[in-house]
């Protein structure tokens, strides 16, 4: 019984080696030597040899940098207010339009309807110039009542100072339905 057999000595070792490879403290060999941080030099090329692009430009200072930032701000808010005073002026002109406009009275007698695209340009001072017709209801009484509609409307009030302009084109939709029992 003292014998062991190599079937058994094979099946230990096997275990060890295992045990080692999965991770047992008790069988691992401990590294006693301290590993050292690796130095890294690193140096900056020389700004001769760069092309120009690529070199650093000098720093900005803080307080230009905010500056611009509010000039940005201020030109885009500017913007915002031109635009959105442009929209109510033309809104303004297109609802003066609409209160002008008289449906005729053989055209609704008959039940006639149909939409007039009418464009014109409108001077700083409120006054119309060149009125035309840029799409035809497809009949004449609807068209012609469409640019006289523009031209009673007319004058309209003039330009707010911060629109920067002299002339602005309007390209309007005036529609002709009969609404109602007939």
């Not at 692009?53 to 701000?73: C, F, G, N, P, S």
Request: proline fraction near 4%.
């Amino acid at each position: 019984m003292g014998r062991i057999s190599p079937l058994c000595v094979s099946f230990l070792l096997s275990c060890a080696f295992h045990s080692y490879l999965i991770g047992f403290d008790s069988f691992r060999i401990k590294n006693t030597e301290i590993k050292k941080p690796i130095e890294v030099e690193l140096r900056n090329e020389r700004p001769e040899y760069l092309p120009e692009k690529y070199r650093l430009a000098q720093e900005k200072k803080i307080e230009e940098i905010v500056k611009e930032e509010q000039l940005a701000e201020e030109t885009i808010e500017s913007r915002d207010v031109i635009n959105e005073s442009i929209l109510r002026y033309q809104d303004g002109v297109k609802q003066k339009i609409q209160k002008e406009r008289r449906y005729p009275r053989w055209a609704l007698r008959l039940g006639r309807e149909g939409a007039v695209r009418i464009s014109f340009n409108l001077s700083s001072s409120g006054e119309i110039k060149d009125v035309r017709l840029l799409g035809s209801s497809g009949i004449d009484e609807l068209d012609a009542e469409a640019v006289n509609a523009v031209k009673r409307a007319s004058p309209f009030l003039p330009f707010p100072s911060e629109f920067g302009k002299s002339e602005l084109r309007f390209d309007v939709d005036i529609v002709f339905k009969i609404v109602g029992e007939r």
